[in-house]
């Protein structure tokens, strides 16, 4: 039962990581700092995993190269992740962020010629339909347009992140996942700071730095844990077991949400969205 708790610690860490982060940008902090410094306190986080995990670096070149790309499509997945989480709920991002279980299906049927079973079909529309409910508001409002534009950022993150899912499917058949997970941030951090330098803002960095201070940290680190419990979740048990255990993030980070957050406005909207979003996950990974 060892992998159920490391991906019931998985899913609860990148809970807490959600939260905490919506916590700091509702101060309108800078986002592409933010960025930069969480994910480059992440990957150090996860260092100490190698001396639980065995560590391969790749045997081709093509395989860098890959790394390379999906290092830019998580850094930007997680820059338009935070830009969302300046405007929207925590709870309202995790339902709408489950769209990215559609691209992610979408780009496996059309890269590598996976099949669609009728539920995995079913199931996308009920998160189409989940999404739709979530997002309900009748009246035109400037609370409305808020809304919408942190769904826009979110959908955009939500593809991003599944081209980076599916970019680094190719890379971790060459290459020890739990370091490329560690190199990948912390190379989005190194690589944010290299082009605030080449744009002469290395100033803007210290400075938002001095206005974080540890407020940065927390999320940062349980950033790291989510990847290191879920790799020991993949270790001790199958994959295929695993991530549905890890998607409870969805139910932890909405119900830590409305109670931690006091997100209550449009409650009954997000219950129903949950509802009907849980279960189109659960028919893509439980059918």
Same mark, same amino acid.
């Given at each position: 039962?060892?992998?159920?708790?490391?991906?019931?610690?998985?899913?609860?860490?990148?809970?807490?990581?959600?939260?905490?982060?919506r916590?700091?940008?509702?101060?309108?902090?800078?986002?592409t700092?933010f960025?930069i410094?969480?994910?480059?306190i992440?990957?150090i986080a996860?260092i100490?995993?190698i001396?639980?995990?065995?560590?391969t670096?790749?045997?081709?070149?093509?395989?860098w190269l890959?790394?390379?790309?999906?290092?830019?499509f998580?850094?930007?997945?997680?820059?338009?992740?935070?830009k969302a989480?300046?405007?929207?709920?925590?709870?309202?991002?995790?339902?709408?962020?489950?769209?990215?279980?559609?691209?992610?299906?979408?780009?496996?049927?059309?890269?590598?010629?996976?099949s669609?079973?009728?539920?995995?079909?079913? %199931? &996308? @529309? *009920?998160i189409?339909?989940?999404?739709?409910?979530? !997002?309900?508001?009748k009246?035109?409002?400037? /609370? #409305?347009?808020?809304?919408?534009?942190?769904?826009?950022?979110?959908?955009?993150?939500?593809g991003?992140?599944?081209?980076g899912?599916?970019?680094?499917?190719?890379?971790?058949?060459?290459?020890?996942?739990?370091?490329?997970?560690?190199l990948?941030?912390?190379g989005?951090?190194?690589?944010?700071?290299?082009?605030?330098?080449?744009?002469?803002?290395?100033?803007?960095?210290?400075?938002?730095?001095r206005i974080?201070?540890?407020?940065?940290?927390?999320? %940062? &680190? @349980? *950033?790291?844990?989510?990847d290191?419990f879920l790799? !020991?979740?993949?270790?001790f048990?199958?994959? /295929? #077991?695993?991530?549905?255990?890890?998607?409870?993030?969805?139910?932890?980070?909405?119900?830590?949400?409305?109670?931690f957050?006091?997100?209550r406005?449009?409650?009954h909207?997000?219950?129903?969205?949950?509802?009907?979003i849980?279960a189109?996950?659960?028919?893509?990974?439980l059918?």
């Amino acid at each position: 039962m060892e992998w159920f708790l490391f991906a019931l610690c998985a899913a609860a860490s990148i809970s807490i990581q959600k939260m905490l982060s919506r916590r700091v940008l509702k101060e309108k902090v800078d986002t592409t700092i933010f960025t930069i410094l969480n994910d480059f306190i992440a990957g150090i986080a996860l260092i100490p995993a190698i001396f639980v995990f065995e560590v391969t670096f790749p045997q081709h070149n093509i395989t860098w190269l890959l790394f390379i790309l999906s290092v830019v499509f998580y850094g930007l997945g997680d820059y338009y992740t935070f830009k969302a989480l300046e405007g929207i709920a925590v709870s309202t991002w995790q339902i709408l962020t489950q769209v990215r279980h559609i691209f992610v299906l979408a780009g496996g049927f059309i890269l590598f010629s996976e099949s669609l079973a009728p539920f995995k079909i079913v %199931g &996308i @529309f *009920l998160i189409i339909f989940g999404a739709f409910v979530t !997002l309900f508001q009748k009246n035109k409002t400037r /609370s #409305r347009d808020i809304l919408f534009k942190g769904a826009f950022f979110t959908f955009i993150s939500s593809g991003l992140f599944a081209l980076g899912f599916l970019t680094a499917k190719a890379v971790v058949s060459d290459f020890s996942p739990v370091i490329y997970a560690s190199l990948n941030m912390i190379g989005v951090g190194l690589g944010g700071m290299l082009i605030m330098a080449l744009k002469r803002q290395s100033v803007r960095v210290v400075r938002e730095m001095r206005i974080l201070g540890y407020s940065v940290l927390l999320p %940062g &680190i @349980f *950033l790291g844990l989510y990847d290191f419990f879920l790799f !020991l979740s993949f270790k001790f048990g199958e994959v /295929s #077991r695993a991530v549905p255990v890890a998607q409870s993030s969805l139910i932890f980070t909405v119900i830590g949400g409305i109670i931690f957050l006091k997100e209550r406005e449009r409650l009954h909207l997000k219950i129903a969205g949950l509802f009907i979003i849980s279960a189109g996950v659960a028919a893509l990974y439980l059918v």
